[in-house]
């Protein structure tokens, strides 16, 4: 069987993981370069950030991708040579309102959980100005280096002997009834039997005559990235909307914001100035470090931050994994799993039922 998968970000390389270890004949479309738009933007935490304020559906794929990133990561690192630097740093969070639920979220799960004293948060993490009484420490939250993760898959699909295609926009598609016979791009048509929508913020930018479309909205979201020292920062750190995320060469990033516009990809001044004051009044220290690149990414957000998993309500061939908004890392194995399970008809580890796009019709 061909699949043809429509965007190269995070989802579309693990779906073409999943599905070329499946025995399939996979082919990756790219409009622009292999993992640049919003895999690359994004943090890497492999958590939502209040991983308690999350719906059951966001949870499942989360907690279920958590299990297997350290294996994927060293399974990569072993096939390519490229580490994807998955670690097991840790969060701590400040300012939390609602520190009761978080606190009954870990105790139902089993999950390790401790309230630091300032002098307990100065231990653990020299340098950090602490402005609460108390913070929230969960030391088994990981993080993998995302841009990392996407250039070790690359190399790992190529070598599978996954046909990459780079700097070819899908245009459109070419429909015969109820199925896609081919899709259009910038160099003729490609035919497939089964055709993959994974193009992020982009996912329902084709019209596909009057038939259903998934409704996925651009979330812009602007980081700096700090060339800071290693080991001066050495856990997440989480306040409000803003954390600070260390990357093992010492480099620290500093996130994000959450803008409502369009998609507009410019990072702006006053963002700057706001992640840039956050960093220094969290940890000080930051101000005899340079800012190394300020970015923004544009977070594919689907109703609930639920993405769309599974066929198309009325095409046969035409299925979706899109629209993970801000967790599109942290439920990118599980989510890629599922889609594969539910392409080649075998019994899936998770309910599918949350994510169909014909259960998330308007
Ligand atoms: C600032 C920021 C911080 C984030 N932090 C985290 C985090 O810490 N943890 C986490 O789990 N998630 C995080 N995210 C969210 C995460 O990055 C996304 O959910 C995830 O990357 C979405 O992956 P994707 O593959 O669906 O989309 P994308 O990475 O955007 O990939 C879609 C691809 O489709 C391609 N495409 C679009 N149109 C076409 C076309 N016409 N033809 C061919 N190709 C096309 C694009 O060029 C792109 O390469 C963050 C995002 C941002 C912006």
């Known amino acids: 069987m061909k699949c043809l998968i429509l965007g190269a970000g995070i989802s579309g390389l693990l779906c073409a993981r999943e599905l070329v270890q499946s025995g399939c004949q996979v082919e990756i479309v790219e409009r622009g370069q292999i993992g640049r738009e919003a895999s690359w933007a994004g943090g890497g935490i492999l958590s939502p950030l209040y991983p308690w304020r999350q719906p059951a559906a966001i949870e499942r794929l989360t907690q279920s991708s958590g299990q297997h990133y350290a294996e994927l990561s060293q399974a990569l690192k072993q096939a390519t040579g490229i ?17 009761e639920a978080a606190i009954k979220w870990c105790q139902k799960r089993k999950i390790a959980w401790q309230i630091l004293s300032p002098k307990e948060v100065a231990e653990l993490q020299p340098g950090i100005e602490v402005q609460e009484s108390q913070a929230l420490w969960i030391p088994e939250i990981s993080q993998i280096r995302n841009p990392r993760l996407i250039k070790s898959l690359q190399q790992d699909l190529r070598q599978c002997g996954v046909i990459l295609k780079e700097n070819t926009p899908v245009l459109g598609f070419v429909r015969s009834r109820e199925r896609i016979a081919a899709i259009k791009t910038s160099n003729g048509k490609i035919e497939a039997d089964v055709f993959i929508v994974t193009a992020g913020a982009w996912s329902s930018s084709w019209q596909i005559e009057e038939a259903w479309q998934p409704d996925i909205r651009p979330i812009k979201g602007q980081m700096l990235l700090i060339k800071a020292k290693p080991n001066l920062l050495r856990l997440i750190v989480q306040c409000d909307e803003h954390y600070l995320i260390p ?23 006053p963002a700057f100035e706001e992640l840039y004051a956050f960093a220094l009044k969290t940890l000080p220290i930051l101000k005899c470090s340079p800012v190394e690149l300020h970015w923004a990414g544009l977070r594919p957000k689907a109703p609930g931050g639920i993405p769309y998993i599974g066929r198309h309500p009325e095409i ?36 599918p039922q949350a994510y169909l796009p014909k259960n998330r019709m308007l």
Not at 253 to 260: A, H, I, K, R
Not at 341 to 350: F, P, S
């Open 247 to 269: 990357r093992l060469d010492g480099r620290i990033l500093v996130g994000s914001t959450v803008e409502d516009s369009g998609f507009d990809k410019r990072p702006t001044r």
């Open 316 to 351: 046969a061939n035409l299925y979706y994994n899109c629209g993970h908004f801000r967790n599109g890392v942290a439920m990118g194995p599980e989510a890629a799993k599922l889609l594969a399970d539910l392409v080649l008809n075998r019994e899936t580890n998770i309910d």
């Open 83 to 99: 580490d994807p630097q998955w670690q097991q740093c840790g969060m701590l969070w400040f300012s939390l309102r609602d520190l």
